[in-house]
């Protein structure tokens, strides 16, 4: 069985979310949440037959809320999270494909609404496993973009 290289990824990087049409968003990794979180608003659950989707609205750039973008995922699960502060809600939970770097694969999202947060997105551990190690002196060590968006990007 082949081992996959481990690479290092800084304490923040630009990833895609291409099925949700988010071709640019600042990801911060945070090694203390299992589970990443996308800031979402809008949420809109709704059924497709007998599928259980959810319709939401995001700001991918920060500081920016002119742009926003509409997404619609299947809902895999709900669940009770605990953020940072100990304080504890109930979110929909999406699976969709996350780029980074030269890398794209499955990973699990929570939604929740928090315009205070700096981040659109926090990248938690369950998806970095065995897949990247934490360089936190760093970053955008895989993205190669500046660190702001480039002009014409989402």
């Known amino acids: 069985m082949k081992k996959r290289k481990i690479l290092s990824v800084g304490w923040r990087e630009w990833v895609a979310l291409p099925a949700l049409g988010i071709d640019t968003l600042k990801a911060k990794i945070d090694t203390g949440a299992r589970t990443s979180a996308l800031h979402a608003f809008a949420l809109?659950?709704?059924?497709e037959g007998e599928t259980e989707k959810i319709?939401?609205?995001?700001?991918p750039l920060q500081h920016?809320?002119?742009?926003?973008v509409t997404c619609t995922a299947d809902i895999s699960d709900r669940r009770m999270v605990s953020d940072s502060g100990g304080h504890r809600e109930?979110?929909?939970?999406?699976?969709?494909?996350?780029?980074l770097g030269q890398r794209t694969w499955s990973v699990e999202?929570?939604?929740?609404?928090r315009d205070s947060m700096q981040f659109r997105m926090l990248l938690g551990r369950?998806?970095?496993r065995r897949r990247y190690l934490v360089d936190p002196g760093k970053s955008f060590i895989r993205?190669?973009?500046p660190e702001t968006s480039p002009?014409?990007?989402p």
């Open 55 to 59: 319709c939401f609205d995001i700001h």
């Open 90 to 99: 109930m979110r929909y939970v999406i699976r969709t494909p996350m780029t």
């Open 109 to 113: 999202i929570t939604l929740t609404e």
């Open 143 to 145: 993205s190669g973009l």
């Open 64 to 68: 920016n809320t002119d742009l926003v």
């Open 44 to 47: 809109r659950p709704f059924k």
């Open 151 to 153: 002009k014409g990007s």
């Open 126 to 128: 369950r998806a970095l």
